[in-house]
């Protein structure tokens, strides 16, 4: 099977020129999850803006969303596939980039479509579509982490060292009972 026989050929879109405000609101509106970024006047695709920009670009960094604008928080790097691309080479390229959208192009380069898990969901085998569901996935399965750059290491000493084994150690998701640490099954 083709990504041409399974992608979104209406993906809606927005002007790097526009707000992320405006952004939000066509995502609210259009019930969507992501909007294809284009510069006005070349109409060349630009990037991608999600929900999760929205949260990890506008919100987590304070930004007034009525003054800021799409391509300051668009997704630039955007992953692409052909549309005569077999959508198996797509899923693959989902699980190695652990993207869950796909921007779809023809061979002179236009967008024409999203292939997005929801559709390996609907036209590959149920087996097929989990592996692929859990690579792609995977980034979110680890949990949250501390980016580097946040992370301040100081040298230890063999008494810091000693200090912190005798520390209580830390369970989440679990109960304690005497000695033994039970998780849920």
Not at 17 to 38: H, I, N
Not at 125 to 144: C, K, W
Request: hydrophobic letters at 35%.
């Amino acid at each position: 099977m083709k990504c041409r026989n399974v992608m979104n050929v209406e993906p809606e879109w927005i002007s790097s020129t526009a707000t992320v405000l405006e952004a939000a609101q066509v995502l609210r509106d259009r019930s969507v999850s992501m909007l294809l970024v284009f510069d006005p006047t070349p109409g060349q695709l630009r990037g991608v803006v999600t929900d999760r920009d929205l949260a990890t670009r506008v919100c987590a960094d304070d930004k007034r969303a009525a003054q800021t604008l799409v391509s300051d928080i668009a997704t630039v790097d955007v992953i692409t596939c052909k549309a005569d691309d077999d959508l198996r080479d797509a899923e693959e390229k989902m699980q190695k980039t652990q993207r869950s959208r796909l921007v779809v192009l023809e061979e002179n380069g236009d967008p024409v479509g999203v292939v997005s898990l929801h559709d390996i969901f609907r036209y590959e085998s149920h087996r097929r579509a989990v592996r692929t569901a859990r690579s792609v996935l995977a980034r979110e399965a680890r949990g949250r982490s501390t980016p580097p750059e946040r992370i301040n290491l100081t040298p230890s000493t063999p008494d810091d060292e000693a200090a912190a084994m005798r520390q209580p150690s830390v369970m989440v998701g679990g109960s304690h009972t005497d000695t033994m640490k039970a998780f849920p099954t």
